[in-house]
């Protein structure tokens, strides 16, 4: 073998190891959590914007890590001008959950208007053809819920009517397994279930209100078959997302208007302030992730 044929191969295999080397480097991991502040949040266009409707990701469809969620396709802030409205939209195999935070407006649901009041929850069934619109002079802002439905879920008759509910007709009570120190609203569950104030989901297991006594926590725990989504309403803390130094927790400053995503199996929870009337209270989904082999 020539001294010259060893050489090139020398170089080539130099050439593919350092190639490999800063391609390792390069390679991006992904999070096992994201944070979102809604204040700073950028508008982006989809299929329900308009001129007068301004979605703003937050996590999935049109949010740069939206490849790393696995049932959520959207957890939006949609604003909605006066006297405007978004895109009519239907999606085949998403249900979605709107939660009014600001304003007063109205959800037309196929043939049907509904009025939207702040503080409504409201479950749009798949294959229905929906939007949301501002009759009013003031600024609606509403948070948009969307979740993919995997092929093996045979999909149910769709009702006509939409399921509309105020937050302040649900009643707050304890959970089983989990701390006095936070009381619940349970908004939205399976349709298998009979606790929820709508039960109606396929993949949703549970939209809830949590409200924290001052010092309160939820206990840190995680879901091995669910992603989770957090939004704190009012009040501050600390957020527990992912492990921390000891392997347990890891805790990060929370405040309104923070939102964290934790894929499944992240270390979740929340520990409200210590102090006199000190009170949070932080709206949250969790939904069931495909089995393997189940995404389209």
């Not at 266009?45 to 308009?50: A, N, Q, R």
């Not at 503080?119 to 929906?130: C, L, S, T």
């Not at 349709?191 to 924290?212: H, P, Q």
Request: with cysteine.
């Amino acid at each position: 073998m020539s001294t010259r044929f060893v050489g090139t191969n020398c170089g080539r295999l130099l050439f593919l190891l350092l190639i490999s080397s800063l391609s390792a480097q390069d390679r991006k991991v992904d999070a096992t959590w994201l944070h979102r502040s809604l204040p700073h949040l950028s508008e982006a266009k989809t299929e329900l914007s308009s001129g007068t409707c301004h979605y703003k990701p937050i996590f999935g469809a049109g949010d740069a890590d939206n490849r790393i969620l696995r049932s959520v396709s959207r957890f939006a802030e949609v604003s909605v001008d006066a006297q405007g409205e978004c895109q009519n939209v239907l999606y085949d195999r998403e249900e979605e959950i709107d939660f009014v935070l600001e304003g007063t407006g109205t959800l037309r649901y196929g043939d049907e208007t509904h009025p939207l009041r702040a503080n409504d929850f409201a479950y749009v069934a798949p294959g229905v053809k929906h939007l949301i619109a501002n009759n009013s002079g003031q600024a609606l802002r509403v948070l948009v819920m969307g979740f993919k439905i995997p092929p093996r879920i045979t999909l149910g008759a769709v009702s006509p009517h939409p399921r509309i509910i105020n937050l302040q007709d649900v009643k707050e009570e304890t959970v089983e397994g989990h701390p006095t120190s936070v009381l619940y609203k349970l908004l939205v569950g399976p349709r298998t279930g009979k606790r929820d104030a709508i039960d109606e989901a396929y993949v949703v297991t549970s939209l809830f209100w949590m409200n924290f006594a001052p010092g309160g926590t939820n206990f840190p725990h995680h879901h091995e078959t669910a992603e989770e989504i957090y939004l704190v309403i009012e009040g501050q803390g600390e957020m527990v997302a992912g492990s921390g130094m000891d392997g347990v927790e890891g805790r990060y400053p929370a405040k309104a208007g923070d939102a964290y995503y934790f894929r499944p199996n992240c270390t979740v929870g929340f520990y409200n302030q210590n102090k006199p009337g000190a009170k949070a209270y932080i709206l949250a989904v969790r939904s069931q992730i495909p089995l393997r082999g189940e995404e389209d």
